[in-house]
């Protein structure tokens, strides 16, 4: 069995700012990357951020790779690892300024579909068994609670108000397990699991950004989305969301960081 690419689609969350996330997809894997936003000015890697930095960095590996999907996020890992220390410019100022990032990644093992995930990627997986996540089912509550505790509209502004870069440098100095430049800690961060799959499955990795449809803004259920996805596609979806956050242009509705959030998804079936 293989992957067969149906679309891919990556969304800036704003046009003047570079999109931090990648998809992407080989033969028997395929990868999603979300690069956690900058909280601080380039220059610990040179002139690009560290958000783009790691997220092209990790698409390169991804790109590069083939074998079971553990053999492949190991030699991911450590190729991030090993470039950190050719980039790197200078000492970062503190572990907030660390380029960090959440990826899903799935590859096809016999007759099993397995997937790797570290932070809130999503993976959706659908059979003839019916609609399952592959990575734990999306939960952003805490994460609209801390953005609800900074004030009504914080998020229209951006990350980049001096209240929200504090709380977010902050929360950064806080042990997560995240893809990172430590490839011992995203070794042991990352989590598996397997599902059975058959000639036909679609299986559909996402970003935070573009899972906000059902996990934040509830315009879908899982099978609703899906059954979307199969009429109307990507582009269908992506419009509905840039609709509902331009609706809600002061985050006052569903209160979050940032008014639109990178939005990326690749859309594969088994062949």
């Known amino acids: 069995m293989h992957f067969d690419l149906i679309q891919s689609l990556s969304l800036a969350g704003k046009p003047d700012v570079p999109n931090d996330d990648r998809v992407g997809s080989a033969d028997r894997h395929a990868w999603v990357i979300d690069g956690a936003t900058d909280l601080g000015a380039p220059g610990l890697l040179g002139e690009r951020g560290g958000a783009a930095w790691l997220s092209a960095t990790a698409q390169r590996a991804f790109s590069a790779a083939s074998g079971p ?14 470039a950190y220390q050719q980039d790197r410019q200078r000492e970062p100022l503190a572990t907030w300024e660390l380029p960090r990032a959440a990826f899903a990644a799935v590859a096809l093992e016999g007759d099993e579909l397995v997937c790797a995930h570290l932070a809130d990627c999503v993976v959706l997986h659908r ?4 609609i399952h996540f592959l990575t734990p089912e999306p939960d952003r509550e805490a994460e609209r609670a801390e953005a609800a ?18 709380d977010r440098r902050v929360a950064r ?8 430049i430590d490839a011992e800690l995203s070794r042991e961060g990352t989590l598996y699991s397997r599902a059975s799959v058959s000639l036909g499955d679609d299986v559909l990795l996402m970003s935070d950004g573009f899972a906000a449809l059902f996990d934040t803004y509830r315009a879908y259920d899982p099978a609703g989305f899906i059954e979307r996805l199969l009429a109307h596609g990507l582009d269908d979806l992506a419009r509905t969301l840039r609709g509902i956050e331009h ?15 990178d ?9």
Request: aromatic fraction near 6%; hydrophobic fraction near 45%; glycine fraction near 10%.
């Open 149 to 166: 505790a900074l004030g009504p509209g914080t998020g229209a502004h951006g990350v980049r108000t001096p209240a929200v870069l504090a």
């Open 69 to 82: 999907l553990r053999q492949v996020c190991e030699s991911v890992f450590v190729a991030i690892a090993q």
């Open 247 to 261: 609706d809600d242009a002061a985050c006052l509705r569903y209160p979050r960081f940032k008014m639109s959030d």
């Open 263 to 271: 939005a990326s998804a690749i859309w594969l079936r088994v062949g």
């Open 173 to 180: 100095e806080r042990p997560r397990a995240v893809l990172g």
């Open 127 to 130: 059979s003839a068994s019916g």
